[in-house]
Nanobody, 125 residues
């Protein structure tokens, strides 16, 4: 089975930094896009940033210039460096990945979507 395990959340003051990590493990042949989403209390889950296997990135307007997404394909890991944090960045951050668990899935373009359990990020003012 596939697991996505996040780490690196916590409490930080406004203006501070945090680095989130998400490691995928289990039956994995190939990972396509990996990304980070967040959900604040009373709000819908939203895309923060994602990155393709080739390294192309996409960011929400609210985090451009402050957050950087990267990945290590050899380690099946995606990172989110968060700088200049603001109280409005407070949320549970979730890792997401589209992947092919087996070679047959990859051959047939059967990408399956997985979520991590989430990690809390709290930014105090």
């Amino acid at each position: 089975q596939v697991q996505l395990v996040e780490s690196g959340g916590g409490l930080v003051q406004a203006g501070g930094s945090l680095r989130l990590s998400c490691a995928a493990s289990g039956s994995i042949f190939r990972i396509n896009t990996m990304g980070w989403y967040r959900q604040a209390p009373g709000k819908q889950r939203e895309l923060v940033a994602d990155i393709t296997q080739g390294g192309s990135t996409n960011y929400a307007d609210s985090v451009k210039g402050r957050f950087t997404i990267s990945r290590d394909n050899a380690k099946n890991t995606v990172y989110l460096q968060m700088n200049s944090l603001k109280p409005e960045d407070t949320a549970v951050y979730y890792c997401n990945a589209d992947l092919a668990p087996y070679y047959s899935d990859y051959l047939n373009a059967k990408w399956r979507n997985y979520w991590g359990q989430g990690t809390q990020v709290t930014v105090s003012s």
